[in-house]
Protein backbone atom coordinates (compact mmCIF):
# COMPACT_ATOMS: atom_id res chain seq x y z
CA UNK A 1 0.00 0.00 0.00
CA UNK A 2 0.99 3.33 -0.79
CA UNK A 3 -0.23 7.02 0.08
CA UNK A 4 -0.05 9.75 -2.55
CA UNK A 5 0.09 13.41 -2.02
CA UNK A 6 -0.43 15.77 -5.18
CA UNK A 7 0.61 19.38 -5.07
CA UNK A 8 0.98 22.26 -7.44
CA UNK A 9 -1.96 23.10 -9.01
CA UNK A 10 -3.11 26.24 -9.58
CA UNK A 11 -4.63 29.15 -11.90
CA UNK A 12 -2.58 30.07 -14.96
CA UNK A 13 -2.95 31.86 -18.21
CA UNK A 14 -2.21 30.07 -21.51
CA UNK A 15 0.55 29.51 -22.61
CA UNK A 16 2.12 28.93 -19.26
CA UNK A 17 3.86 26.50 -17.15
CA UNK A 18 3.43 24.52 -13.99
CA UNK A 19 4.66 21.57 -12.10
CA UNK A 20 2.81 19.00 -10.39
CA UNK A 21 4.80 16.92 -7.79
CA UNK A 22 2.81 13.93 -6.46
CA UNK A 23 4.82 12.52 -2.84
CA UNK A 24 4.49 9.29 -2.26
CA UNK A 25 4.20 7.65 1.54
CA UNK A 26 7.41 5.24 0.92
CA UNK A 27 9.97 4.53 -0.82
CA UNK A 28 8.89 4.15 -5.07
CA UNK A 29 11.74 2.49 -6.08
CA UNK A 30 10.23 -0.51 -6.30
CA UNK A 31 7.38 0.50 -7.73
CA UNK A 32 6.90 -0.39 -11.50
CA UNK A 33 5.04 2.00 -13.38
CA UNK A 34 3.90 6.10 -11.69
CA UNK A 35 1.31 7.69 -13.54
CA UNK A 36 -0.74 11.23 -13.99
CA UNK A 37 -4.60 11.12 -14.89
CA UNK A 38 -6.72 14.30 -15.58
CA UNK A 39 -10.64 14.26 -15.64
CA UNK A 40 -11.81 17.55 -16.63
CA UNK A 41 -15.69 18.41 -15.63
CA UNK A 42 -17.97 16.09 -17.79
CA UNK A 43 -15.36 14.28 -19.39
CA UNK A 44 -14.30 10.52 -17.81
CA UNK A 45 -10.31 10.21 -16.61
CA UNK A 46 -7.87 9.47 -18.97
CA UNK A 47 -3.91 8.93 -18.55
CA UNK A 48 -2.04 11.50 -19.16
CA UNK A 49 1.82 10.40 -18.57
CA UNK A 50 3.32 7.01 -17.65
CA UNK A 51 7.08 6.71 -16.29
CA UNK A 52 8.48 3.46 -15.47
CA UNK A 53 10.45 2.02 -12.74
CA UNK A 54 13.69 2.23 -15.40
CA UNK A 55 12.33 5.69 -16.82
CA UNK A 56 10.69 4.86 -19.99
CA UNK A 57 7.97 7.72 -20.51
CA UNK A 58 4.31 7.51 -22.24
CA UNK A 59 2.13 10.43 -23.19
CA UNK A 60 -1.27 10.69 -24.28
CA UNK A 61 -0.86 12.56 -28.01
CA UNK A 62 -2.98 15.66 -26.45
CA UNK A 63 0.13 16.32 -24.25
CA UNK A 64 3.12 15.05 -26.06
CA UNK A 65 5.82 17.50 -26.53
CA UNK A 66 4.76 19.47 -24.33
CA UNK A 67 4.26 17.88 -20.71
CA UNK A 68 7.41 16.12 -18.99
CA UNK A 69 6.89 13.46 -16.12
CA UNK A 70 9.87 12.64 -14.22
CA UNK A 71 10.26 10.74 -10.91
CA UNK A 72 13.20 11.20 -7.52
CA UNK A 73 13.43 7.76 -6.10
CA UNK A 74 15.75 9.36 -3.47
CA UNK A 75 12.91 11.72 -2.77
CA UNK A 76 9.96 9.20 -3.26
CA UNK A 77 8.57 11.81 -5.63
CA UNK A 78 6.65 12.13 -9.38
CA UNK A 79 6.75 15.33 -11.01
CA UNK A 80 4.49 16.50 -14.16
CA UNK A 81 6.27 19.73 -15.69
CA UNK A 82 3.07 21.18 -17.61
CA UNK A 83 4.14 23.54 -20.45
CA UNK A 84 2.49 25.64 -23.21
CA UNK A 85 -0.62 25.15 -21.26
CA UNK A 86 -3.92 25.50 -22.95
CA UNK A 87 -7.91 26.08 -21.72
CA UNK A 88 -8.60 22.55 -22.73
CA UNK A 89 -5.31 21.53 -20.02
CA UNK A 90 -8.03 22.76 -17.37
CA UNK A 91 -8.71 19.22 -14.82
CA UNK A 92 -7.86 17.88 -11.63
CA UNK A 93 -5.26 15.79 -11.93
CA UNK A 94 -4.24 12.71 -10.21
CA UNK A 95 -1.00 10.77 -9.36
CA UNK A 96 -1.69 6.85 -9.59
CA UNK A 97 0.39 4.16 -8.62
CA UNK A 98 -1.62 1.31 -10.73
CA UNK A 99 -0.12 -1.68 -9.27
CA UNK A 100 -1.36 -0.57 -5.89
CA UNK A 101 -4.92 0.64 -6.90
CA UNK A 102 -3.58 3.97 -4.84
CA UNK A 103 -4.94 7.50 -5.95
CA UNK A 104 -4.04 10.33 -4.66
CA UNK A 105 -6.65 13.31 -3.68
CA UNK A 106 -6.16 15.48 -6.84
CA UNK A 107 -4.83 19.07 -7.25
CA UNK A 108 -7.25 21.39 -9.21
CA UNK A 109 -5.09 23.15 -12.77
CA UNK A 110 -6.88 26.04 -14.34
CA UNK A 111 -5.76 27.24 -17.65
CA UNK A 112 -7.74 30.71 -17.93
CA UNK A 113 -6.47 34.39 -18.87
Known amino acids: QVQLVESGGGLVQPGGSLRLSCAAS????????MAWYRQAPGKQREQVAL???????VYADSVKGRFTISRDNAKNTVYLQMDSLKSEDTAVYYC???????WGQGTQVTVSS
Open 26 to 33: RSIFTIPN
Open 96 to 102: SAPAYAS
Open 51 to 57: ITSGGIT
